[in-house]
């Protein structure tokens, strides 16, 4: 089974400060997905990455960065933490190549408070 | 660009069936996908149907395709209070390097 794990289910910090929220993938999968999840809203996409060191934008990069040194690892940073980031943040991966490369596997989820 | 919608609510009774709708823009999915949310966890994939296919059936889920009217469904046959969730549908871009777009989801609510 494909386990994408996450390195908080629950953080709290304050505004200004810098965040790393870090997420690991064991399937050897190429892409990797950083997610936020607001009420009403679904899921949109903040960065995407393709292969170690490689990284696109998605639909909502403002205030965000993200880091790929090792194919398994894939880290959101938040540079300066602002309110409207409280969200809820998930990790997601798939396979680069094949018949099933579409399919996405998620990790928990880390919900992020920002007061 | 792709937009994926559904409605954002549905109740129903335990042992009814539940029928989650979702229209999508983009006909160049090869795959179409269902996921499932429980409270405070993150996304569980529940099943996909390939883009040239009408149904899937896997147990109490049945999934069709009208590709016509760009219209997916998801059926969840003798609904228990275990199913009470989030479902998202989700569609891949064409070309997109395995970018999905996910409707808002649907938030279902079994009464006993």
């Known amino acids: 089974d494909v386990k994408v794990t996450q390195s908080s289910r629950y953080l709290v910090k304050r505004t200004g400060e810098k965040v790393f929220l870090e997420c690991v993938q064991d399937m050897d999968h190429e892409n990797m997905f950083w997610y936020r999840q607001d009420p009403g809203l679904g899921l949109r996409l903040i960065y995407f990455?393709?292969?170690?060191?490689?990284?696109e934008k998605g639909d909502i990069p403002e205030g965000y960065s993200v880091s790929r040194e090792k194919k398994e690892r894939f880290s959101l940073i938040l540079e300066s933490a602002s309110t409207n980031q409280t969200s809820m943040y998930l990790c997601?991966?798939?396979?680069?190549?094949?018949?099933?490369?579409?399919?996405?596997?998620f990790g928990p989820g880390t919900r992020l408070l920002v007061l | 660009g792709e937009d994926v919608e559904q409605s954002l609510f549905l109740s129903v009774r335990e042992g009814d069936s539940s029928v989650i709708n979702c229209t999508y823009t983009d006909s160049s999915s090869t795959y179409l996908y269902w996921y499932k949310q429980e409270p405070g966890a993150g996304l569980q994939l529940l099943t996909y149907?390939?883009?040239?296919?009408d149904m899937k059936q896997d147990q109490r889920l049945t999934v069709l395709l009208n590709k016509k009217d760009k219209h997916l469904s998801l059926r969840i046959a003798d609904t228990q209070t275990g199913d009470s969730a989030i479902y998202f549908c989700?569609?891949?871009?064409?070309?997109?390097?395995?970018?999905?777009?996910f409707g808002q989801g649907t938030e279902l609510s079994v009464k006993p």
């Open positions: 990455s393709y292969d170690v060191k490689m990284k």
């Open positions: 989700a569609g891949g871009i064409y070309n997109q390097g395995g970018k999905l777009i």
């Open positions: 149907i390939f883009s040239n296919m």
């Open positions: 997601a991966s798939s396979l680069r190549q094949g018949a099933r490369r579409e399919t996405q596997y």
